[in-house]
């Protein structure tokens, strides 16, 4: 199954909810991006802003935290009403406490790595989690180009998740996906993508939203 996630990190903020409008019939999750200038050198959303996105929104909610206190804060936006909740490794000193109390709040929990951390360090956690994500730019900033060194560890990651989880865990990539980048990806393994840029900045981003999905069909049942 294929599933895209419009991203609103490239979306128009003073119209959020005209914006969520334009792609909510087509798209499976969106996006929340939250930084908070520690872990990346960006802000983007308040936990009350956040919380005020994630109650108002009319499709489920993928919140993707970029924050240096995942271990104290994660499990609240799963409480807000996130369907999928996703923090990064690299953030938390105590990963399966943290899994545990995004659960308990009733969402589906990621966890992401960033470009330099190697696959096999979330090895022990797979089998408590709903979602993988394999940041393919640097966390931060929207925009960025897409990292087509990234795939082979999204192809580590698909062999380990349908060797050992029988396909259950969502493989999802981040950064730069693209009409020209996402069969690449696809190809590569992941179900699940994030655009932004693609998608917001297009005439029509629900028509984008449908191509990017037909492109990733296409190239995964090749």
């Known amino acids: 199954m294929i599933r895209i996630c419009p991203s609103i990190l490239n979306a128009n903020r003073d119209n959020l909810s005209n914006e969520i409008s334009r792609i909510s019939e087509q798209s499976d999750l969106l996006h929340l991006d939250v930084m908070d200038n520690k872990f990346v050198p960006n802000f983007t959303f308040t936990f009350e802003e956040s919380r005020k996105i994630i109650a108002e929104c009319p499709i489920p909610v993928d919140s993707h935290l970029m924050i240096a206190d995942p271990d104290e804060s994660a499990y609240l936006y799963a409480r807000a009403g996130s369907k999928s909740v996703t923090f990064h490794l690299e953030a938390s000193s105590n990963p399966l406490k943290t899994i545990s109390k995004i659960r308990e709040e009733g969402a589906r ?7 330099a951390t190697p696959f096999h360090q979330i090895s022990e956690l797979m089998e408590h989690l709903d979602m ?30 349908d060797a050992q989880f029988l396909g259950k865990i969502w493989l999802q ?8 980048t996402i069969a690449q990806a696809a190809e590569s393994g992941a179900d699940t993508f994030v655009a932004g840029s693609a998608v917001f900045k297009s005439d ?14 296409k190239s995964q049942t090749r």
């Open 173 to 180: 990539v981040d950064g730069g996906v693209s009409l020209e």
């Open 204 to 217: 029509n981003p629900g028509e984008m939203v449908d191509s990017l999905r037909s492109l990733a069909v």
């Open 109 to 115: 929990v990621g966890v992401a790595l960033k470009p």
């Open 132 to 161: 993988v994500l394999i940041m393919t730019v640097e966390p931060g900033f929207g925009g960025q180009s897409f990292m087509v060194d990234m795939m082979e560890k999204v192809k580590q990651a698909r062999k380990e998740i």
